[in-house]
């Protein structure tokens, strides 16, 4: 089956500095990869999502970048806030109603 | 649109009983629902995929008897966890892709069930 790694665990930046979230995945035939920021307790909400024809997306101050061959994608948010503080989790899916691989999760610290 | 439900949102037992959590897709139909489990500070693991008319398929480790599935209609899928014990406590989470019949990468979550068992 497929594997996500998610790197780092915890990432900790002062406000408005960047941060990045990186994963890789190992099965070849995944080709949607969401991201979703989860808060204690509540359920995951989709931040930014690619699919595998796309090289990079942008909303707003989320970015989110695919290497096929490479199989990794990274989450970039810049000019980060408090309210950025949260789990972020990325997955990994062979698309259409397909079940969704998780990565472990990066707790992400904005220091004001 | 898209929204999917879960009852109950907590739920206490005590070790050796059953108890069902309940998912609903609101507004659209799903033929295919994910149930994971997510424990303290850990990440979301996919214990089951629940098939409208038909078996669910599970993951590899999880106890299909321990887990039981049930795809009752296009808008329900129960997780039933028989004879629990404290270590089946646990964040119980369901999704639903968007809409049935179309095309649909995306998918829509309940809001947890919390279940611990004394």
């Known amino acids: ?112 | 649109g898209a929204v999917v439900s879960q009852h109950p949102s907590r739920v206490i037992c005590k070790s050796g009983t059953s108890v069902k959590i309940e998912c609903r897709s609101l507004d659209f139909q799903a033929t295919t629902m994910f149930w994971y489990r997510q424990f303290p500070k850990q990440s979301l693991m996919l214990m089951a995929t629940s098939n409208e008319g038909s078996k669910a398929t599970y993951e590899q480790g999880v106890e299909k008897d321990k887990f039981l599935i049930n795809h009752a209609s296009l808008t329900l899928s129960t997780l039933t966890v028989t004879s629990a014990h404290p270590e089946d406590s646990s964040f119980y989470i369901c999704s639903a892709p968007g809409l049935a019949g179309g095309y649909s990468y995306e998918q829509y979550f309940g809001p947890g069930t919390r279940l611990t068992v004394t």
């Not at chain 1, 089956?1 to 408005?16: A, W």
């Not at chain 1, 990079?56 to 948010?77: C, G, M, P, W, Y």
């Open chain 1, 1 to 112: 089956g497929e594997n996500v790694e998610q790197h780092p665990s915890t990432l900790s930046v002062q406000e408005g500095d960047s941060a990045v979230i990186k994963c890789t995945y190992s099965d070849s035939a995944s080709n949607y990869f969401p991201w979703y920021k989860q808060e204690l307790g509540k359920r995951p909400q989709l931040i930014i999502d690619i699919r595998s024809n796309v090289g990079e997306k942008k909303d707003q101050r989320i970015a989110v970048t695919l290497n096929k061959t490479a199989k990794h994608f990274s989450l970039h948010i810049t000019e980060t806030q408090p309210e950025d503080s949260a789990v972020y989790f990325c997955a990994a899916s062979m698309g259409n109603f397909n079940k969704f691989y998780f990565g472990s999760g990066t707790k992400l610290n904005v220091k004001p």
